[in-house]
């Protein structure tokens, strides 16, 4: 049985007053031939963006006891970040509902971080829209909060710091990462990168900045890994 919005909307905690709010958090801007009252999710995403980073700096700026400015960056930015944010909307099947244009689907988009985590911030930004700051803080720090604890434990190191480690306790060389392309505008731009070791590619990723890009093949990196252990196991 298909995923719906009104379970959706309950799993969340909130039923949207105004429909086409939530309608647009979930149309990525490939869907076409929508009518022009049925805008797709790059503004809400801008909106949320700003919402988020807000939610997630009071909550640490008020932490006790008091933490430092760069403890406070450093948590915000692991927390935040594309995988995290995309990570987020996989925990409440977003992916499910979203509206793609069919190059995206035909190219697994429900499951690129880069769509994920653009619409997550859309959907804090209707969540503000339709209900108000608070309960949009209350919403991202319910989705965040595991994160920025395990950040803030110092439990939670990047990506390709766990790839350099885990490749070396397999006696494989070290990860190069190479920027395959850059897409969209100057703006906002959409990096892909590549990760090997050894000469064979381990993972792709997809981000706003080569970082970001780097960071996510690294994951899937990570991941491709732990299936072939298990495999092996």
């Not at 919403?139 to 395990?150: D, K, Q, W």
């Not at 990860?175 to 850059?182: G, K």
């Given at each position: 049985m298909a995923y719906t919005k009104e379970q959706f909307e309950a799993d969340i905690g909130h039923r949207f007053l105004d429909r086409q709010l939530l309608r647009s958090a979930l149309t990525h801007s490939s869907y076409a031939g929508r009518p022009e009252d049925w805008p797709h999710n790059e503004r809400l995403e801008y909106l949320g963006d700003a919402v988020v980073e807000l939610a997630v700096s009071d909550w640490l700026y008020n932490h006790i006891p008091p933490l430092p400015?760069?403890?406070m960056t450093q948590a915000r930015a692991q927390s935040v970040c594309e995988a995290a944010l995309a990570g987020c909307a996989r925990q409440i099947k977003l992916g499910e509902l979203l509206y793609l244009g069919r190059g995206e689907e035909l190219t697994h988009g429900r499951e690129k971080n880069s769509i994920l985590s653009d619409a997550f911030e859309a959907l804090v930004g209707a969540l503000y829209q339709d209900a108000g700051f608070d309960f949009a803080k209350d919403?991202?720090?319910?989705?965040?909060?595991?994160?920025?604890?395990?950040a803030l434990n110092g439990e939670n190191q990047d990506c390709k710091t766990q790839l350099q480690e885990r490749l070396k306790q397999l006696q494989r060389g070290d990860?190069?990462?190479?920027?395959?392309?850059?897409e969209g505008p100057s703006h906002r731009p959409v990096f892909t990168a590549a990760v090997e070791a050894d000469g064979q590619r381990l993972g792709l990723g997809q981000g706003g900045s080569k970082k970001e890009a780097e960071q996510a093949a690294a994951a899937q990196a990570l991941e491709k890994l732990a299936e072939l252990t298990e495999t092996k196991g």
């Open positions: 400015e760069g403890q919403f991202v720090l319910r989705a965040v909060g595991p994160l920025l604890i395990t990860p190069e990462y190479v920027i395959l392309s850059s």
